[in-house]
């Protein structure tokens, strides 16, 4: 769990990731251009994550008239938040493997579940489950988390797989 607390995704940890044998021992001292642009990725999620949960988080009590049911809006919050949670895991195991046909298959779903996230802050706004407010200020941070996401991709470097499904050639 995070240190602050404020939710559940785990601190990014360098050692982790050194000790999973993705980089040579005697390499350590390079600079990491796409490691470097990851940690600030998952760092800008990490602050996404929690405004999500501030946001999301209010459990509505019972139906009103005329609205969605409450467990109809729980389940889909719920669903907004298990994306957001796979976009941090996507974030984290791109740098596993120093892969580029791995790096880019999560490159595509945290696109994906971004941009989807950021779509739903709309429509959970004009459907009166969030306030102006926090809609705002999370597409904004989605938008932050984009030029970030840009820098982060143009550092793969492609290497010598191929991908079997011919998308990332």
Same mark, same amino acid.
């Given at each position: 769990m995070? /240190? &602050?607390?404020?939710? $559940?995704?785990? *601190?990014w940890?360098d *050692?982790? =990731?050194?000790n999973?044998?993705d980089e $040579?021992?005697?390499?350590? @001292?390079?600079?990491?251009?796409?490691? *470097?642009?990851c940690? +600030? =990725?998952?760092?800008? @999620?990490n602050?996404?994550?929690?405004?999500l949960?501030?946001a999301l988080?209010e459990?509505?009590?019972? $139906?009103?008239?005329g609205?969605?049911?409450a =467990?109809?809006?729980?389940e889909r919050?719920?669903?907004i938040?298990? *994306?957001a949670?796979e976009?941090? +895991? !996507?974030?984290? /195991? /791109?740098?596993t493997?120093?892969?580029?046909?791995l790096?880019?298959?999560?490159?595509?779903?945290?696109?994906k579940? +971004?941009?989807l996230? !950021? /779509? +739903?802050? =709309?429509t959970?706004?004009?459907?009166?489950?969030?306030? $102006?407010?926090?809609?705002e200020?999370?597409?904004a941070?989605?938008?932050n988390?984009r030029?970030?996401f840009?820098q982060?991709?143009?550092?793969?470097? !492609? &290497?010598?797989?191929?991908d079997e @499904?011919?998308?990332?050639?």
């Open positions: 995070n /240190s &602050d607390g404020l939710n $559940d995704l785990p *601190d940890d *050692d982790f =990731l050194r999973l044998g $040579d021992e005697t390499e350590e @001292w390079k600079p990491n251009p796409t490691r *470097d642009a940690k +600030a =990725l998952y760092t800008k @999620w602050e996404i994550m929690i405004m949960n501030g988080g459990e509505e009590d019972e $139906d009103e008239p609205q969605h049911s =467990l109809f809006i729980r919050k719920s669903m938040l298990g *994306d949670f976009v941090a +895991a !996507k974030i984290r /195991s /791109s740098e493997g120093n892969m580029y046909i790096r880019m298959e999560n490159a595509a779903i945290i696109r579940n +971004a941009q996230i !950021k /779509s +739903a802050m =709309l959970f706004n004009m459907e009166g489950e969030m306030e $102006d407010n926090y809609c200020a999370i597409r941070e989605i938008d988390f030029e970030l840009k982060w991709i143009a550092t793969f470097q !492609k &290497d010598e797989f191929t @499904w011919g998308l990332f050639v």
